[in-house]
């Protein structure tokens, strides 16, 4: 079984703050939790996020607004409310319930990002009752959920879900099964027997939709006979209604591109549509939007004013690196353009604005600043929705044979796989065919093996925008060397593998702790105890 989606998992999610893992993916955590634990009209009184202390949540929950994401989340504020960023402050003094943050050993710890979340909730009669959702972040924005109140699930938000506790699942799942296809695309149904807090055996079905259903139809599903409890949650993005393996591998998506004129774009859109359940003019439409929000994250990122600037040890450059007059000879206008596009996305995404994970946020830059490049320069936008599909592409073969969470890979499994996606996608939008996109971005993984996660005071600012720059500008050398003839000889998949066995290999310091590479250095130490005395100085 595959889940992986183009718009949900390699260019997307979207999300506000500096790391897809440490952000969106709690994000939609929180929410998730949240819809299941009030499903049946309960209000959440305390939640506890709980974080390992040898994992990679614990040393930058605060730096990376983890926190924030969990918090807003879990109060069901959407990504797009201006007070966004206030939740966190108002659960803190006493508006809402309460929220906080321990450190602790987790009885389930086989990933860096590993999570329990304990919320106190009253029941409608006034019972107060503790709920566990324990899961972990996996990169991209990705998730899962494996256990629910010492139940075994495996929630990851890519469909709406529905789980009826009853006495009998026998006597009631044809009129249950009966009564959601009226209102939503059923796409999934299993069973498991269960003991509740009175040692008696349920029967627990979970059904997995396109949708939530009505309110009417939930009513329905309450009163069926035996029937003891009903909880819901809708997808955490698009849902995903077929889990076919799709993407693992090069030579598999080059035999589809056969069957689509040898078209990788639109080998990208159908298999994007069967992924989604969604007509290819409807996918298209999506990937037409989500290019032009990235492209207004760009100028969004121009248009920022310095006194709204929140990076803690960068200020606003990307303005001055577009306007910027270089001597002759020295790169080029496109080039010019896709570094300070990247930029921008970057300073947007530092400041917690509105930005698309592509695959990640700390490499949020690279696909938006080639996409702005590419608008600049003469493609348009049926052009740039073709190259953002191809990139799209590229990072599902990624996805699927590795992952996106630097914890585990180093930032090599996050600009150095955005670098190869949008390498994929230049020499798309230059006529190059579905072979030469691969070798493109071969070419960029070839060159980012071993490239370590090392943020500077845990802050997806340095050297994470040094990171972009240079990953829009691989893109286009890359695309560059391909098209002109050079051929990568190793192939894709290889390097995906070897990517994820030298991962592996990286000392924990090296993979998003900031306590390895440029966060180890003294100038960085430095300023990160400057930054802090400060602080102490102003709260005191």
């Not at 440029?518 to 102490?536: D, G, I």
């Amino acid at each position: 079984m595959q889940e992986i989606s183009l718009l949900n998992s390699v260019v997307g999610p979207v999300m506000r703050g500096p790391s897809s893992s440490h952000c969106a993916a709690p994000y939609m955590l929180g929410r998730l939790a949240r819809a299941l634990s009030t499903s049946q009209g309960e209000v959440i009184e305390q939640a506890d996020i709980r974080f390992d202390p040898r994992g990679s949540f614990a040393p930058v929950y605060k730096a990376q607004s983890t926190d924030e994401n969990f918090a807003a989340g879990l109060a069901g504020v959407a990504l797009t409310d201006p007070d966004f960023r206030a939740v966190l402050g108002c659960l803190s003094n006493g508006q809402g319930f309460a929220f906080s943050v321990t450190v602790t050993e987790l009885e389930r710890n086989n990933h860096p990002n590993r999570v329990d979340m304990a919320l106190s909730v009253r029941e409608r009669d006034g019972r107060l009752r503790t709920d566990i959702y324990q899961g972990a972040s996996i990169g991209g924005g990705m998730f899962y959920i494996d256990r629910m109140n010492g139940e075994d699930v495996y929630l990851t938000g890519k469909t709406a879900v529905i789980f009826v506790y009853a006495n009998d699942a026998n006597a009631i799942e044809a009129d249950l099964t009966r009564i959601v296809a009226t209102d939503s695309r059923l796409l999934g149904l299993e069973r498991a027997s269960i003991g509740n807090a009175d040692d008696q055996i349920l029967d627990r079905i979970e059904v997995a939709l396109q949708s939530v259903p009505s309110p009417n139809v939930l009513a329905k599903i309450e009163v069926l006979p035996g029937v003891s409890q009903v909880l819901v949650a809708d997808a955490a993005q698009y849902p995903v209604c077929a889990t076919d393996d799709l993407f693992s591998t090069t030579d598999g998506v080059l035999n589809q591109v056969l069957s689509h004129n040898g078209s990788l774009a639109q080998t990208a859109l159908s298999l994007e549509s069967k992924r989604l359940g969604l007509s290819r003019d409807a996918t298209r439409q999506l990937f037409m939007e989500r290019a032009e929000l990235m492209l207004r994250v760009v100028e969004d990122g121009f248009n920022a004013r310095e006194e709204d600037n929140v990076m803690r040890f960068l200020t606003l450059r990307a303005r001055n690196v577009r306007d910027a007059n270089l001597p002759a000879g020295l790169g080029g206008a496109v080039l010019q353009d896709a570094i300070a596009g990247a930029l921008a996305a970057m300073e947007r995404d530092s400041n917690r604005g509105l930005v698309v994970a592509a695959p990640t946020a700390g490499s949020a830059g690279v696909v938006p600043g080639t996409l702005y490049a590419l608008v600049r320069h003469g493609i348009d936008m049926q052009g740039v929705a073709d190259a953002l599909q191809v990139m799209a592409l590229i990072g599902a073969v990624f996805a699927a044979r590795g992952t996106f969470a630097a914890e585990c890979g180093g930032c090599s499994v996050e600009t150095g796989a955005s670098a190869a996606m949008a390498a994929a996608g230049v020499v798309q939008a230059f006529g190059g065919n579905a072979t030469q996109c691969f070798d493109a971005a071969s070419m960029c993984l070839m060159n980012t093996l071993g490239l370590v996660c090392d943020p500077v005071g845990g802050d997806v600012e340095i050297p994470c925008h040094a990171r972009n720059v240079a990953g829009v500008s691989h893109a286009y050398s890359s695309a560059m060397a391909v098209m002109a003839g050079f051929d990568a000889v190793l192939g894709f998949d290889e390097l995906v593998d070897q990517t994820v066995k030298i991962g592996n290999l990286m000392h924990p310091d090296l993979r998003c702790t900031a306590r390895g590479g440029c966060a180890a250095t003294k100038t960085a130490q430095k300023m990160v105890e400057e930054l802090t005395a400060n602080l102490r100085l102003q709260n005191k």
